[in-house]
């Protein structure tokens, strides 16, 4: 059987709903240098607010939207009155939070409400681990500061990727998935949502299970946007939060050399500090005690974190084997300038991220009746790169990032005219935004 042959096997294609589009990414306007920093531009350009006791909740437009030409990409973003960074969602209070995710719900809702908007998505992407040189990119890291990206997209920006094109890629391959959502989904409504139920007696009130077009577990919101007024909402997604984490560090001590004396996972004496691999048989070892305490695990997570415990390798040890496959098929010693190339693209498909990753996002599609039934979901990230965008209850959107290229003046007034149309209607709503002149 061909490689493509092998990919074309994955559950991922065998699923009736697997869509995926292209969007291209370009800067607003011409980039000169770096794009700026985000609580700075925040700061200086923000395009709406609303005053806290705490914290101001701004928003912002996006220096590079993901939603192409003719799509919404806004930004909201909780910034505290000290200026002090706020990485994630615990580090709000639960009402701080829900505030924010209020006014993201309701900026997604006036969104899709535009026309010629298909669907929209809004959530958050979110790493532990420190921001440090590293080959692989990141999602969002410290010191960078909690933000929710709120985004709607046209048929007319999605372009539409073959199955057929995909399978021919390895690289595209990788990038249509995590590799291992399956093991995530797994552990997270085999572990974490029981335990969830059991500290929010009325979550069964708030969230129904249910299975997206794309095939995966996910959550309707029950009462649809009420259910952003619903107090415990904001405090089940910091308990997802630290649940996550704690089982994140459970099972990564199955992994990797763990200090006990220090209470930290040991990293390597490098620049990106990652975490040091178990040899094989430690890591089985591990996996099976992890196993016998686990009871309630199923099948395919139980075979999953065997398999993951066997095939585990150090990342040095992917790097010089794929570059040695690229340099078998040019017939030559591979250049400086393609060395570095290629390192950030084997990074980025076979380097799991060090420490815990994930995406929050909330998605939507226009309903003929004028409804809207939001669809959540939280995705662990392990290899891939991408973000709610990816994570979406709907189409898989594949950002190609090119901030060479930017809009045009025509095409960034139709954007600006957008944006204040949107943030004038969610006004009427949120009466607490004001909307800077």
């Given at each position: ?82 200026h ?44 532990r ?17 909690l ?22 890629s ?23 949502v ?38 415990d ?46 040899p ?5 070892r ?130 600006k ?21």
């Open positions: 059987m061909t490689e493509a042959g092998i990919r074309g096997h994955l559950p991922r294609f065998q699923k009736e709903g697997f869509k995926v589009a292209q969007v291209l990414n370009v800067a607003r306007e011409k980039v000169e240098g770096k794009l700026p920093s985000l609580m700075d531009d925040t700061r200086a350009n923000y395009l709406g607010r609303i005053e806290g006791e705490g914290e101001n909740i701004y928003v912002k437009a996006v220096a590079s939207p993901w939603t192409g030409e003719h799509g919404i990409h806004l930004l909201v973003i909780p910034d505290r009155k000290d002090s960074n706020v990485p994630g969602i615990t580090d709000l209070s639960s009402e701080a939070l829900g505030s924010t995710l209020k006014l993201a719900e309701s900026l997604a809702y006036h969104i899709l409400q535009q026309p010629g908007i298909s669907e929209v998505d809004f959530g958050v992407n979110h790493s681990a420190e921001l440090r040189r590293t080959k692989k990119s990141i999602l969002a890291s410290f010191p960078q500061n933000h929710i990206h709120v985004t709607g997209y046209t048929p007319e920006d999605m372009k539409s990727i073959s199955t057929e094109d995909i399978l021919k390895s690289e595209l391959t990788g990038r249509t998935e995590e590799a291992l959502y399956a093991l995530g989904e797994g552990l997270l409504f085999g572990e974490i029981p335990e969830l139920r059991r500290i929010f007696p009325l979550f069964d009130s708030l969230f129904s299970e249910m299975v997206d077009q794309r095939g995966r577990k996910r959550f309707k919101i029950n009462d649809g946007r009420g259910g952003f007024q619903n107090p909402l904001p405090k089940v997604l910091q308990a997802i939060d630290t649940l996550a984490k704690k089982k994140y560090d459970e099972l990564a001590k199955c992994f990797f050399e763990f200090d006990s004396k220090l209470s930290q996972f040991v990293t390597k004496p490098d620049e990106a500090a990652r975490y040091v691999l178990l094989i048989e430690n890591r089985l591990n996996i099976d005690e992890y196993i016998q305490n686990h009871q309630n695990l199923s099948g395919g997570v139980k075979l999953g974190l065997k398999l993951l415990a066997t095939l585990a390798q150090d990342e040095q040890t992917v790097m010089e084997r794929e570059l040695g496959i690229l340099a078998q098929r040019k017939g030559r010693t591979l250049t400086e300038a393609e060395q570095q190339t290629y390192t950030g693209q084997i990074a980025n498909r076979f380097w799991a991220y060090k420490d815990l990753a994930y995406s929050i996002v909330w998605s939507a599609k226009k309903d003929g009746a004028g409804e809207i039934n939001w669809i959540f979901g939280f995705d662990p990230k392990v290899f891939t790169i991408h973000g709610p965008h990816q994570s979406s209850a709907f189409t898989n959107k594949l950002v190609e990032r090119d901030i060479s290229q930017h809009f045009t003046n025509e095409q960034l007034q139709a954007a005219m957008r944006e204040a149309l949107v943030l004038t209607q969610t006004q009427k709503e949120i009466k607490a935004l004001e909307i800077k002149k």
